[in-house]
């Protein structure tokens, strides 16, 4: 069974651009979750989606926005980017409520 | 809103020692999750713990979850080189979201 599949691996940005990042959770997942974890630093949560909506939002701006398609992957948008939004992105899937499967992240510099 | 804490941040041991991080949570549980997260890799699902007073062993791990749900521990005996990464805890409340807590950074001296 595919894991939790992260694109691109590795994306550098300069100040101000606009950065999306993709995940594609496991099959018959229907919650994806969104994390930024900075350099040596927790998982802080971002975005929940289940089901093609929002359920919960983090303590971010609102620069940071997704969505969930129909076929449960989703896409995390992060417009006006600025130098501290470098960070590993993480993604996780879940069947709603239980135990969150990972994917390898994305990796992004902004410069 | 929900806050869980880990301490310690960093604990650094010789291999063969024992290693524990403890979670507290500001408000009840609905059930505990443990993550490992080994040096430049993602969060591993370790364990969940449900009921109050819980304690689940994987071989040298043991968890436990607080009588009231609002802690648990992590206690690793002889701890192996292969226990190095950063341990979190993640609570549930109700149907809401996975919070994190701050997670413990496991340094193992050889």
């Known amino acids: 069974e595919a894991g939790v599949t992260q694109s691109p691996t590795h994306l550098i940005k300069t100040r101000g651009q606009q950065a999306t990042l993709r995940c594609s959770p496991i099959?018959?997942?229907?919650?994806v979750y969104w994390y930024q974890q900075a350099l040596g630093l927790g998982l802080q949560f971002l975005l929940w989606?289940?089901?093609?909506?929002?359920?919960n939002r983090g303590n971010f701006p609102p620069r940071f926005s997704g969505r969930q398609f129909p076929n449960y992957s989703s896409e995390l948008n992060v417009n006006a980017l600025e130098l501290e939004d470098s960070a590993l992105y993480l993604c996780?899937?879940?069947?709603?409520?239980?135990?969150?499967?990972f994917g390898p992240g994305t990796r992004l510099t902004v410069t | 809103g929900q806050q869980v804490m880990q301490i310690p941040q960093y604990q650094h041991v010789q291999e063969g020692e024992d290693f524990t991080t403890y979670c507290n949570s500001s408000?009840?549980?609905?059930?505990i999750q443990w993550y490992k997260q080994r040096p430049g890799g993602h969060p591993v699902f370790l364990i969940q713990?449900?009921?109050?007073?819980e304690v689940k062993k994987q071989k040298r791990l043991t968890f436990q979850f607080g009588e009231a749900k609002k802690n648990s521990s992590l206690h690793i005996t002889a701890t192996q080189t292969t226990d190095v990464g950063t341990y979190f805890c993640?609570?549930?409340?109700?149907?809401?979201?996975?919070?994190f807590g701050t997670g413990t950074r496991l340094t193992i001296i050889p």
């Open positions: 996780a899937s879940s069947t709603t409520g239980s135990k969150q499967y």
């Open positions: 099959s018959g997942h229907t919650s």
């Open positions: 989606y289940d089901e093609g909506e929002e359920r």
């Open positions: 408000t009840t549980l609905s059930n």
């Open positions: 713990l449900v009921k109050s007073g």
């Open positions: 993640a609570g549930v409340l109700g149907n809401e979201k996975l919070t």
